[in-house]
């Protein structure tokens, strides 16, 4: 047999037994907890895939938290779903602020009468640029002589830094810290609690122009894959999902855009060419019904639409086909 044919064979065959080991073992969640009865958190509801996450547990008469800074739009979504949630409440709050965090577990609490059974942690910022750019590192300025070497030096490294910094604090520790506050009482009040994080495949795999996108998403991924391994035996299930494109604003939210991580819905942001197509993207809508599922399931892995789960395995069997690919994306062949 050629090494196509096997190449391809595993590339076939390895999405079906990813598929089959994602889910934990243990009887499905929907039996333990039933719908009406099920306690769920938000965290990032005020637009996008979280507040499709909220009219869907809405929908099944769930009681649910809504999290996010924006107040207005967390506070429309609660009057408008409140017919069909067992019971909903908004709860503002900046992830990035332990003293938020504290304040938003305490009240998100209080909401669900002292038990949580679901974090879904979807709140998120993503970057755009080219790093070097980000940078000011240009590669086509003439050499010049200086005795120093300054003029090799990039012009904006600060700004890199910061952009990184932000991006790290909202993808990687405010789900760290979340996690770290939810986790008593997913374990000590429900019947069988769930974490579940929205990643993306930029944390699988890389994207010219997302840089430290991908790099907190990638630091997002390794801890929440070895912390389920860590907490499965006191019966709390960790899910990671990681959805290619999704229909939303959040290139409104890039960090090194100008007027960037809005902080309320009256700011606008002038809607902005950013490398990427969308062509193809999920809805929001279709990404939550597969988080919702993911979670009813208690899988470890939700890969969305489907076919990534062969970029994955591409990932290792031809990984210069997985950077054909991203960089023919966006714009980088
Ligand atoms: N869209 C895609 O193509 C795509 C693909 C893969 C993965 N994802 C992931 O999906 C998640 C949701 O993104 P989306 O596409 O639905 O974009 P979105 O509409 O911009 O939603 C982002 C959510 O995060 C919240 N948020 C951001 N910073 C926050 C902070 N400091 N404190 C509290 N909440 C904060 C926002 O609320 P406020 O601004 O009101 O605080 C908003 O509710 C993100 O983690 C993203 O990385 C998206």
Redesign the pocket.
Known sequence: MSTAAIALGVAIATPLLIKAFARSKGPARTTTIPHADERVVI?????????ELARIYAERHAHVVL????ME?LQQSVQELAPAASSIHAVQ????LPEDVRRITLESLKALGGKVDTLII?????SVLPFAELAGIDSAKPAVSESDYSHLLPTDPDKALEASTRIMN??YH?PLNLASHFLPALTQTSAAGNIIV?????GKVGAPTRSIYCAS?HAAQGFFDALGMEVERTGVHVGIV?????????R??AVDLPKA???SSTETVPPMKVAGTKKG?MT?KACAEGIVRGSDLRQHEVIMPWFYHVSIVLQIVSPSLVRWLAKKKYGYL
């Open positions: 965290i990032g509801a005020s637009s996008g895939i979280g507040s999290v996010a800074r924006r739009l709050g900046d992830v990035t979807c709140a998120g910022i993503i909202v993808n405010a929205v990643s993306s495949m930029a998403k990681s959805p290619g494109t999704v229909a939303t604003d959040l409104q939210s991580d809005a902080t993207a929001a």
